[in-house]
């Protein structure tokens, strides 16, 4: 039952991540020049099809119990569903997992925007309102977010969320 909770969380939050390219500063231009050009960049590399291969919360007090929780997920195994997402150039991203059979399953949709590093999501889910700031990290296949967030709704933004996702061609 919790590991059918969990799954359907860490898919809808997978689906959600995106990446970001933050160009390292070569030259000795301004702060404000350059954040522009991060911004830029990060808009344009996010906007694509992603799709999450691991993911993993931390839960140190999970639902304000004196114990820690940690889930953790390798969709990369063969035969196993995918969580995916579609981000567009209009700030708008739609999310969802695929099946092994191809079909798609818990399609959401939210809004994006990025600033420096970070990643912003807001969507809704499970009747509640998503807001979050994903840190973002760069790899040779896609990203790495990490976040801060309360994912099991006991009110303390304490659990940390980190998933691994590659941009799909």
Same mark, same amino acid.
């Given at each position: 039952?919790?590991?059918?909770?969990?799954? $359907?969380?860490?898919?809808?939050?997978?689906?959600?991540?995106?990446?970001?390219?933050?160009?390292?500063? /070569?030259?000795?231009?301004?702060?404000?020049?350059?954040?522009?050009?991060?911004?830029? $960049?990060?808009?344009?590399?996010?906007?694509?099809?992603? &799709?999450? $291969?691991?993911? *993993?919360? &931390?839960?140190?007090?999970?639902? *304000?119990?004196?114990?820690?929780?940690?889930?953790?997920?390798?969709?990369?195994?063969?035969?196993?569903?995918?969580?995916?997402? &579609?981000? /567009?150039?209009?700030?708008?991203?739609?999310?969802?997992?695929?099946?092994?059979?191809?079909?798609?399953?818990?399609?959401?949709?939210?809004?994006?925007?990025?600033?420096?590093?970070?990643?912003?999501?807001?969507?809704?889910?499970?009747? /509640?309102?998503?807001?979050?700031?994903?840190?973002?990290?760069?790899? &040779?296949?896609?990203?790495?977010?990490?976040?801060?967030?309360?994912?099991?709704?006991?009110?303390?933004?304490?659990?940390?969320?980190?998933?691994?996702?590659?941009?799909?061609?």
């Amino acid at each position: 039952m919790i590991k059918s909770h969990f799954f $359907s969380a860490i898919v809808i939050v997978g689906l959600i991540f995106a990446a970001c390219k933050q160009e390292k500063n /070569k030259s000795e231009e301004s702060e404000t020049p350059q954040k522009e050009v991060q911004e830029k $960049s990060l808009n344009t590399y996010m906007v694509g099809t992603w &799709e999450t $291969s691991y993911i *993993k919360i &931390e839960y140190p007090t999970y639902q *304000k119990a004196d114990s820690s929780f940690v889930f953790e997920d390798d969709f990369s195994k063969p035969n196993t569903g995918r969580a995916q997402s &579609e981000y /567009k150039n209009d700030g708008t991203f739609t999310a969802w997992f695929k099946q092994p059979d191809g079909s798609k399953v818990g399609e959401t949709g939210g809004n994006w925007k990025t600033k420096g590093d970070s990643l912003y999501v807001d969507y809704a889910y499970l009747g /509640k309102q998503v807001q979050a700031w994903y840190a973002i990290t760069t790899t &040779e296949e896609g990203f790495t977010g990490k976040v801060i967030y309360d994912w099991d709704d006991d009110k303390e933004f304490d659990d940390i969320l980190i998933m691994k996702s590659k941009k799909l061609k």
